[in-house]
């Protein structure tokens, strides 16, 4: 069973300006961290039960928690999966989602089985691959998309090059900025 | 070394050829355009002077000199365009990069920086900022929200209830920014949105300033023991966005409440391979 309050409690808890301000102990930041990820744990199965309630269809959720350094294990291996958006806020939006993929071509589809518009971009100075579309989400509800791998790799997998290169010995002999 | 340009059907910002910094911003629906520089600077962090031994620590912020100094004068651009998104991926030095991003129908400019780790090997303290400059003439007034609430007026070297003595000419002009800070001259008004609280400023007419990261050295002797000196993994780096919106300043605060809600109350992602089992409350 899901549970709320330990994030509850954590939050309340990191309301305390050394939480957020950098203004504690290093063990002390430490136990924030600690106490934050303690409540988020079963906040994932409060949230799970909930969307199974609502879309009457009980899976094996996963959160990325890591989406922003473009890490998440589930997008990067599946051929095929789900991505179930929720809109906490009281009016619809159109939001851009974004899942680092693998180096390959994808098919969305929105809730009612359309193709949306999908482009795999390869981030520049790396390798990793995301797969941008624009999700519609109702006022406090959920939409879900359905990804899945085409043949083909993703035509958009070179590294575009650099526009600017100079080096250090131009830095220290000219103030006016130059290409090289 | 044409100038670089990513544009929807609202906003344009262009991107000097020679430097790869961004020098302008148009809102294309209003017709306005705005010169506009963005760079990233560092304040040496101060470890006392003659006037006090006050040290630039966790509570304190003090550098020890008026000017910032470039992390890097250029940065190495590499462009990404699509139909979805367009973005100019900026990398200033090994320690600081950052994307600037346009999705279709959008009306902000979204900075995504990535700062850190910051090197201290010069023994120097170091407190990091994004600064936009422009030539808006805002008369020594910024604005900042409190608690994402009540936007305050500030004026430079000022408080509206004593007399002030300013002695600390950057940091006793810093104030909180929970969700915004905006500059304007009354006609036009440039607008940034925080993910995050941070310390920001608009130390000279046109400019804004936001506080991203900092490292220093010394403890400022306020309690906490230890200096402002992160070195497990995780504290080294940060990585936050700054939305920027130029409007009209009659017309502004729609769009900067609006974008700001949708940011606080952003969607959220939750996969699943999809292989489900019917599923019943009983």
Redesign the interface.
């Known amino acids: 069973s899901g549970d709320s309050a330990p994030l509850n409690e954590a939050m309340a808890v990191l309301q305390h300006h050394d939480a957020?301000?950098?203004?504690?102990?290093?063990h002390v930041?430490?136990d924030y961290?600690r106490q934050l990820a303690a409540g988020w744990e079963p906040c994932e199965v409060l949230?799970?039960n909930a969307?199974?309630?609502l879309?009457?269809?009980?899976?094996?959720?996963?959160?990325?928690r890591n989406?922003?350094?473009s890490q998440?294990p589930?997008?990067q291996t599946?051929k095929?999966?789900?991505?179930?958006?929720?809109?906490?806020?009281g009016r619809k939006?159109?939001?851009?989602?974004r899942?680092p993929v693998s180096k390959h071509m994808f098919l969305v589809k929105d809730p009612s089985g359309a193709v949306v518009?999908?482009?795999v971009?390869?981030?520049?100075?790396s390798d990793i691959q995301e797969l941008?579309?624009?999700?519609s989400?109702p006022a406090l509800g959920f939409s879900i998309y359905?990804v899945t791998q085409v043949p083909g790799r993703s035509p958009?997998a070179d590294r575009?090059?650099?526009?600017?290169?100079?080096s250090l010995s131009w830095i220290k002999s000219s103030s006016r900025?130059?290409?090289s | 070394?044409r100038v670089?340009t990513i544009q929807n059907e609202y906003i344009s910002a262009s991107f000097d050829?020679?430097?790869?910094l961004l020098v302008e911003m148009k809102n294309l629906e209003q017709d306005l355009l705005l010169p506009v520089r963005q760079a990233f600077y560092w304040y040496n962090a101060s470890t006392g002077n003659t006037l006090s031994s006050q040290a630039s620590g966790?509570?304190i912020f003090r550098p020890s000199r008026q000017t910032p100094l470039f992390i890097s004068?250029?940065?190495?651009?590499?462009?990404?365009k699509?139909?979805?998104?367009q973005e100019v991926?900026q990398?200033f030095s090994a320690w600081c990069s950052q994307v600037v991003r346009l999705?279709?129908?959008q009306r902000h400019l979204e900075l995504e920086w990535t700062v850190g780790p910051i090197p201290v090997g010069d023994d120097w303290g170091k407190e990091v900022i994004s600064r936009f400059d422009t030539a808006l003439e805002t008369k020594g007034l910024f604005y900042t929200d409190s608690n994402g609430r009540e936007i305050l007026e500030r004026r430079r070297d000022y408080r509206p209830t004593w007399k002030l003595n300013q002695t600390e000419p950057v940091a006793g002009n810093y104030y909180p920014v929970n969700t915004r800070i905006y500059i304007t001259d009354g006609n036009m008004q440039l607008t940034v949105l925080t993910d995050?609280?941070q310390g920001g400023s608009s130390l000279s007419d046109g400019s804004i300033e936001l506080m991203v990261h900092?490292r220093l050295l010394r403890d400022d002797d306020r309690g906490?023991?230890?200096p402002?000196l992160?070195?497990?993994e995780?504290?080294l780096w940060v990585?936050g966005r700054h939305l920027v919106l130029l409007d009209k300043a009659r017309t502004a605060a729609v769009g900067h409440r609006l974008q700001a809600?949708?940011e606080l109350?952003?969607?959220?992602?939750?996969?699943?391979?999809?292989?489900?089992?019917?599923?019943?409350?009983e």
């Not at chain 1, 879309?55 to 990325?64: D, L, V």
């Not at chain 1, 971009?121 to 100075?125: E, L, Y």
């Not at chain 1, 575009?160 to 100079?166: A, G, L, S, T, V």
């Not at chain 2, 004068?73 to 990404?80: D, K």
């Open positions: 957020v301000s950098g203004t504690s102990k290093q930041a430490n961290a949230l799970s969307l199974a309630r879309s009457g269809s009980k899976e094996e959720f996963t959160f990325c989406l922003n350094t998440c589930l997008s599946s095929s999966f789900q991505v179930t958006v929720y809109n906490p806020l939006v159109n939001w851009m989602v899942l518009p999908s482009d971009v390869t981030m520049p100075s941008l579309f624009s999700a989400v359905s958009r575009p090059e650099p526009r600017f290169q100079k900025v130059r290409p | 070394s670089l050829p020679d430097t790869g966790a509570y004068r250029w940065a190495q651009t590499r462009l990404v699509t139909a979805l998104v991926h990398n999705y279709p129908g995050r609280s900092r906490v023991g230890e402002l992160e070195t497990s995780s504290g990585r809600e949708k109350l952003a969607p959220q992602l939750v996969l699943a391979r999809g292989s489900g089992t019917p599923y019943h409350l």
